[in-house]
């Protein structure tokens, strides 16, 4: 019973919200931006980890934070978002790298300082050096798995690539989604 009464105050708001904005009856919303919180990711100047391309330590989201893709875990929201360097002239002409904020709000983010998903001396290296690791998109197994598809650039190519984990921090890559086909 709790939960059906539930079911129709929930029913009749979202009615009633869609009613008041014209939204079709499948979106969800309204949706409204709270005041001076937009980004809730910003460049970080002072991010830095220990690239195992460059061989030293380097500065990995200072220039732009975009294309995010955010998930649930433990009832936190987690966020894998694109960050590049200053090693080009604009985006794309830089090396991305995925990084990873959580928050219990949405709003308040605490972010890793390294990121998760790198270029690194792996099989992958030849998809992912110099361009790098970008634009996740992130899904949930039934056992709990995360796999995120995310874009492969070496400059040259890019390439759709898979990758998952048990925890958001530690990837396992699996390469190019469409490895047999079009030549990778």
């Known amino acids: 019973m709790q939960v059906a009464c539930a079911f129709l105050l929930i029913s009749t708001q979202v009615s009633a919200q869609h009613a008041q904005t014209n939204l079709p009856s499948w979106s969800l919303g309204p949706f409204v931006r709270p005041e001076g919180v937009n980004p809730v990711i910003s460049p ?11 061989k030293k330590v380097a500065k990995w989201e200072p220039s732009d934070t975009f294309n995010p893709a955010a998930t649930v875990k433990d009832g936190r929201i ?7 360097d200053h090693s080009g002239e604009g985006i794309g002409m ?24 790198y270029p690194g001396e792996d099989s992958q290296k030849e998809f992912e050096w110099r361009g790098g ?15 995120i598809v995310y874009t492969q650039w070496n400059s040259k190519v890019p390439r759709l690539a898979v990758a998952h984990s048990k925890d958001l921090v530690h990837w396992t890559k699996f390469g190019p989604a469409f490895r047999k086909a079009y030549n990778g």
């Open 44 to 54: 970080d100047t002072s991010s830095v980890f220990n690239d195992p391309m460059q």
């Open 78 to 84: 987690y966020v894998l978002y694109r960050a590049e």
């Open 94 to 117: 830089r090396t991305s790298r995925i990084g990873l904020a959580s928050s219990a709000d949405g709003i308040k983010m605490s972010r890793s300082h390294v990121p998760v998903l």
């Open 133 to 147: 690791c970008e634009d996740p998109r992130v899904a949930v197994t039934a056992n709990g798995t995360y796999v």
